[in-house]
């Protein structure tokens, strides 16, 4: 059963077009992430990119399964520390590394998955919220791991394959952005596939589902697993890419970020977590130097988002496009 049940997925934009249309789009957003790092800071961009990536991998479970998880954030901090920790003690080359945090991340998901997925509603978000701050209080007291409140400082960015070096920004932005696209890409194949289809059956029924024959909870631990694991590459990407993993990664004010990523980009959707999690970044970046409370002023951008685009920004454009149609 969805644990939000007034949130109504409504498809992606690319959704409204033909095929030929589609594929312009497409080649548009990536010529146009090719040449942003020449008008924007790469450092801020990379950031934007790896929560894009969080957000979509976390819109996996809640927009195609219904599921509320709201211990996310154990899977992106502990991935984070697993591939700085690979990257800087055992000396493991960058994609080496965040393969690892990315194994690590689904690893954590099957166990945590097969744990939470005997409850719903409510329950299962509150189980995954527990287990997230067993996490949390873990890496305060492993700081010979985890640095405890320091944070694991230093990581290094290493040569790709060893032969490239990723010390230049320019150069780190754009295998940030090959692994967004390879993530992004994966998540699409996974909800555009057979087993896409019986996530959005369960989502939309789940007695209905099982009466069909479907073991849904195996479905669902898959699900979190996969969900976990493209998380666990995000947090080690942007551990990497940003030479640190601290505590902010693991602590349950990140899962309540990334729901908030998702909601403003629209449930449901592929491309809504993305421009959900870029909005957060780039508002958190800009309200840095203002002088303004960052925290009270994205909550108000929240609440003015949540009532002007109830279904998200991506979703009203879904809407807005069918209604043209």
Sequence with gaps: MAVVKSIRPSGTVSGRFTGNTRLIIGV?????????????????????????????????????????????????GTAAYASGYAAKVWGL?????????????????????AIAIRRQGIYFAMITLA??????????????????EDGLQGVPRGNL???ISLEDSLTM????LAVFLLGFGLIWRIVNSPYGAVLKAIRENEPRAISLGY???????????LSAALTGVAGGTKAIAVQLASLTDVQWQMSGEV???????????????????????????????????????????????????????????????????
Aim: glycine letters at 16%; proline letters at 3%; a positive charge.
């Design 28 to 76: 548009l957003l990536i010529a146009a992430l090719l040449v942003a790092p020449y008008v924007a800071y790469p450092g801020f961009l990379m950031k934007a990119l790896c929560f894009a990536l969080f957000a979509c991998a976390f819109n996996l479970m809640l927009g195609f399964v219904g599921l509320l998880s709201f211990g996310h954030a154990a899977f992106f």
């Design 93 to 113: 080359t960058p994609e080496l590394a965040i393969l690892f945090g990315g194994l690590v991340g689904g690893a954590m998901g099957l166990v945590i998955g």
């Design 131 to 148: 287990i997230s701050q067993m996490v949390f209080f873990f890496a305060i007291q492993a700081g010979s791991i985890t640095g405890g």
């Design 161 to 163: 394959f060893g032969l």
């Design 173 to 176: 932005y754009y295998f940030v």
């Design 215 to 225: 073991r849904v909870d195996r479905f669902k631990v898959l699900a979190f697993t």
């Design 259 to 325: 729901i908030l990523m998702t909601l403003l980009g629209g449930v449901g959707t592929l491309v809504g977590p993305a421009v959900g999690g870029a909005l957060v970044v780039g508002l958190e970046n800009y309200l840095a130097t203002s002088g303004l409370p960052v925290t009270m002023v994205i909550g108000v951008v929240f609440v003015v988002c949540v009532l002007v685009f109830r279904r998200g920004i991506v979703g009203e454009i879904n809407v807005f496009l069918g209604r043209r149609r």
